[in-house]
């Protein structure tokens, strides 16, 4: 992430209070939409509740409590270590990938991988 300095000290929000930026950290996608602000379709206030609703929803989460063996919280807390992420984030991640069918076996691709080979 690099540090932005924007050449307009005032901004005006989507309420139409005004504020002040004098500079914004952004990541690259973040750059992305800002110069491309202009392209973008103002969404009308019933179109942003519907948008709203979708992402609160998105956004729930619900507690569970699971058995899993000793050894497999061993084996998820050594590599959410070596991702640096919590290993209830991890366990999530795997969960959400599983149901999205984007969770990916390695060997099972490279496998398949080496028979497009032949």
Do not use: C, W
């Amino acid at each position: 992430m690099k540090k932005i300095a924007r050449p307009y000290p005032i901004q005006k929000t989507h309420e139409g209070i005004v504020s002040e930026k004098k500079s914004a950290y952004l990541d690259d996608f973040e750059k992305s939409v800002e110069d491309n602000a202009e392209k973008f379709i103002p969404l009308s206030k019933d179109e942003m509740n519907k948008v709203e609703a979708i992402i609160n929803t998105a956004n729930k989460t619900k507690n569970i409590n699971i058995r899993i063996s000793e050894y497999d919280i061993i084996k998820v807390k050594e590599r959410s270590a070596e991702e640096g992420i919590p290993y209830q984030t991890l366990i999530s991640s795997i969960i959400h990938k599983y149901i999205n069918g984007k969770l990916v076996d390695e060997r099972a691709v490279l496998k398949s991988m080496e028979l497009l080979r032949r």
